[in-house]
């Protein structure tokens, strides 16, 4: 599974098996046995969270918002896909 970044202890990353076909860009995030998945458009929102707070999810979204751009850098490097 592709790590993009970690921040505070959290991994955000995708899985190299994405779905047939392959979802739109998203990115995972898990730390401790939670994990959430987040769609990035139109608007970055919570496709599934299991087990993060409403705080801990708003500052995960603050999170992906700010580095959106290098989030789908990444997905596109990752999957040979053009932006």
């Known amino acids: 599974m592709p790590l993009v970044f970690r921040e505070r202890g959290f991994r955000f990353h995708f899985f190299s098996n994405e779905g047939d076909p392959r979802e739109p860009s998203h990115i995972h995030v898990s730390k401790d046995g939670r ?44 999957f040979g896909t053009g932006a």
């Open 35 to 78: 994990d959430a998945k987040l769609w990035l458009y139109p608007d970055v929102h919570y496709a599934d969270n299991n087990g993060f707070d409403a705080r801990t999810q708003r500052w995960i979204t603050e999170i992906v918002e700010a580095r959106r751009d290098d989030i789908e850098g990444a997905w596109h490097d990752h």
